[in-house]
């Protein structure tokens, strides 16, 4: 006795959607989720008529999937946008190299032009260089401050009003839960807001319209749309930390769907305690990036890097920062402390 | 004036009395310093009770700095926060497990006549029996209470034993937020403080009698459908959820099932404590923080693991125990030789992912030997989010949650989680359009009923519910097909 569709109830059903456990059919499947991503675009007004928006491309499938609905609602609803694609190219050799190529067949699919920032241009480093540095453990550190500023260098470079990227429920969830493993208060307060708010030159508001969609559903759409993505995991990722958030929310998953979901409704309903003291957002000293401290994060990090320290920038050494701002040499003591790497 | 001067001139004296004792107690120990980064951090006092146990020449000192810094922090946490005042009636929930039984020592302990700083409150105890959730039989049930009314009858203080069928005895009314007490700004406890030196430096406490409190006797019938209502949750998960809840306060809507929480709170009320002192320690709240972020209690967090809880209106529940470790608790009850009885839970001996409770439990466990920094930073998390307490004269009935009496949640606004969870519900069970989305020709009518009086997390675990079994303990109409 086949199943049917539950939500047109004339053709067979052939999935069972993650989300809520209801049996649709393809077309169905593809209308719910387009559907859900428009409602979210809508509520959260996440958009302007007439504005330029970047797509963050990696050639994985969030952002495949992104590039492609967010074409299609512009299409079918009239947001009116104008949209491009932003990748970036950290220097990863086995890995960005074959995704970038998906990214710009992507290009000629959708039609969109496309522009690529990397690491190597923009900080001089690789990340298989800093790998060879800083070892197995915290390049995940390195890569993505450094993708948030080169995201942002890139879209002001192609002049965008806004970045959008694939950052789906999955991805919300486990930052909540990470967030909370690592006591970041302040990062708990932001990190399920749909669009950061930050203003000033140098930065360009980024959304995630994908945020209440599963991954699991993500690649559902993905696999039926027949989209043509890059499907494998970055090779420096096993050690990170995230890793543990993930096992836990994927046991959660299997527990009760309706977890990730139930997650990110936490994180939304937290209140802080007034009194708790929280960074000030500014500008670096150095680049005039946004940054919290005297020195940005980046800056800090390039520091550590360029000077054979590897360890400058993980951890806390707010000291620090006054005679690196100085180019002060730094005593014995600290530099061995710095140095350490485990591999 | 002449009065408050000598009071605090004796404030005075005390004070440098005790931190000259304090000074004394704790410098032999300084040599002891150098094992650890802290003094008297835990990872010092593991690594001296280790080497004591290897060296038994080595003893008297360190257990004596441990108990001391032990008993310290209960003061220390109850001290600092001005909850209690003096005088006071406080009802100890005691399940039998190490942190309770370890809390209840520490009570007895302050309130001592050789107590350094006596504590001026009066306690009594109450014990509820689950056996019946669980399914223990009446034997068993009856050992392991005779087993604790030995231990609360060394301590001399009132006891009650409550079995967890009392809930379905209750008698039906709303569901009410009493009145608080008029609300004691900080300063007042300063006053009441000095005001019962005064008149009690005399007399003392008087102890209240014990009374004879025999076992009650539970009807057959009434275990059974306790455990039916437990039985209607399909998943562990919900099991357990609502049984937490049931221990605490009351719902007399019987449908909903028992509830921990509701009835210890009753209790309270009626044989007449205003505080309630749970034994919570950092490691199971670090877990109750993460279970109840992954059951959509975000909101409800401040109030689930911080230190008091005033969800209830007339009953403040605190958690002296927060700050201390189940391994310190551990160690403490050994060194200092605490009884405790060991009583099975619903998710005693089950797999990692029978329920989310369970699987959080495992999962802080295990990162918490690769991390071992883990439970603490979840304790200082917890410790920055706020308790938001509306005094209850100006909160709406309908702003509380049926079950679990907290703050309702689901009141937000267009983009969030809750309202993408109704889209999805919505568009997977209708028509795709043909003509415009906005249309919405669903099979089932807003809900009316339940849903919408309670918060989100509790309107999951009441998804859970198996509809058929449940008919019978509705009182109210179900208007869902």
């Given amino acids: 006795m086949p199943v049917l569709c539950s939500s047109c109830g004339d053709k067979r059903a052939v999935l069972k959607r993650p989300k809520t456990g209801h049996s649709l059919c393809k077309e169905c499947f593809f209308w719910a989720f387009e559907e859900e991503v428009h409602q979210t675009i809508v509520a959260a007004e996440l958009f302007k008529h007439g504005e330029t928006v970047g797509i963050a491309a990696s050639g994985g499938k969030d952002s495949t999937v992104l590039a492609h609905v967010m074409k299609l609602l512009n299409e079918r609803y009239n947001y009116g946008l104008e949209l491009m694609l932003l990748s970036v190219d950290e220097g990863i050799t086995g890995y960005r190299d074959d995704s970038l190529e998906t990214v710009k067949r992507n290009q000629q699919q959708y039609e969109l032009p496309l522009k690529i920032v990397s690491y190597e241009e923009l900080y001089g480093w690789t990340m298989d260089a800093i790998v060879k540095q800083v070892g197995l453990k915290n390049n995940c550190t390195f890569c993505g401050v450094f993708r948030r500023q080169a995201l942002d260098r890139g879209a002001i470079m192609l002049k965008v009003d806004k970045i959008c990227t694939g950052h789906n429920a999955d991805d919300v969830a486990e930052t909540v839960l990470m967030n909370v493993l690592r006591g970041d208060i302040a990062r708990l307060r932001r990190c399920t807001a749909i669009s950061t708010t930050s203003e000033g030159e140098g930065v360009v508001p980024r959304c995630k319209p994908l945020k209440y969609a599963y991954e699991k559903e993500i690649v559902l759409y993905a696999y039926f749309k027949k989209l043509d993505y890059f499907s494998t995991e970055c090779i420096y990722s096993p050690n990170a930390y995230r890793g543990y958030a993930r096992t836990f929310l994927k046991d959660l998953e299997s527990i009760r769907p309706s977890s990730i979901m139930d997650v990110i409704h936490s994180g939304e309903n937290l209140s802080v305690r007034e009194g708790v003291k929280m960074p000030v957002q500014g500008t670096c000293t150095r680049c005039g990036y946004i940054s919290s401290q005297a020195l940005c994060k980046s800056c800090v990090l390039l520091e550590g890097l360029n000077r054979g320290l590897p360890k400058l920038g993980i951890g806390k050494h707010h000291r620090l920062h006054d005679k690196i701002l100085s180019q002060q040499p730094l005593t014995e003591k600290e530099e061995r402390k710095l140095k350490s790497v485990d591999f | ?481």
């Fill in chain 2, 1 to 481: 004036m002449p009065e408050n001067c000598e009071i605090s001139a004796a404030r005075h004296a005390a004070r440098n009395a005790r931190e000259q004792h304090y000074r004394l107690q704790t410098e032999p120990c300084a040599r002891f310093a150098l094992w650890g980064e802290k003094s008297y951090s835990e990872s010092t006092y593991i690594t001296l009770l280790l080497f004591r146990t290897a060296i038994p020449q080595a003893s008297s000192g360190v257990q004596g700095c441990f108990k001391e810094y032990f008993i310290h922090k209960f003061r220390a946490m109850l001290g600092k926060n001005r909850i209690i005042f003096p005088g006071e009636k406080v009802l100890l929930a005691v399940s039998g497990g190490p942190s309770s039984c370890s809390m209840l020592s520490q009570v007895q302990e302050g309130l001592s006549q050789s107590a350094h700083k006596k504590l001026r409150f009066l306690p009594g105890i109450v014990y509820i029996d689950e056996g019946g959730a669980l399914g223990q039989s009446l034997e068993e049930r009856q050992r392991t209470v005779a087993e604790l009314q030995a231990v609360f009858k060394a301590t001399g203080f009132p006891f009650h034993i409550v079995p967890l069928e009392q809930v379905l005895d209750l008698p039906s009314s709303v569901v009410v937020t009493a009145p608080s007490a008029s609300e004691r700004p900080a300063s007042a406890y300063k006053e009441a403080v000095d005001h019962f030196i005064q008149s009690n430096s005399r007399s003392g406490l008087t102890p209240q009698g014990q009374e004879d409190t025999a076992l009650p006797d539970v009807e057959e019938s009434h275990t059974q459908s306790l455990q039916q209502l437990i039985g209607c949750a399909k998943t562990l998960t919900a099991r357990e959820d609502l049984l937490n809840t049931i221990r605490f306060a009351h719902t007399l809507i019987p449908l909903c099932p028992p509830q921990r929480q509701h009835l210890l709170v009753h209790t309270a009320r009626t044989e007449g404590y205003s505080k309630l002192m749970l034994g919570d320690n950092c490691t199971r709240l670090a877990v109750k923080l993460l279970t109840s972020i992954s059951l959509g209690r975000g909101a409800q967090l401040a109030q689930d693991t911080g230190f008091s809880d005033c969800r209830y209106g007339d009953i403040i529940s605190v958690r002296p125990m927060r700050d201390y470790s189940a391994k310190e608790i551990a160690y403490y009850n050994r060194m200092f030789s605490v009884p405790s009885v060991f009583i099975p839970s619903l998710d005693t001996k089950t797999t990692d992912k029978a329920s989310i409770q369970r699987l959080t439990e495992s999962f802080v466990t295990k990162l918490q030997a690769d991390f071992p920094s883990t439970v603490s930073t979840i304790y200082r998390t917890s410790e920055k989010l706020q308790t938001a307490c509306k005094s209850s004269s100006t909160a709406d009935q309908c702003d509380r949650c049926l079950l679990c009496m907290s703050t309702i949640d689901t009141a937000v606004e267009n983009a969030s989680a809750f309202k993408a969870t109704l889209i999805s519900e919505k568009l997977s069970q209708t028509k795709s359009p043909g003509a415009t989305g906005t249309e919405f020709p669903g099979q089932n009518p807003e809900p009316t009923d339940l849903k919408s009086l309670m918060c989100y997390s509790c309107q999951l675990t009441v998804k859970d519910l198996i509809r058929e079994k449940i008919g019978e303990f509705l009182l109210v109409d179900d208007d869902e097909g």
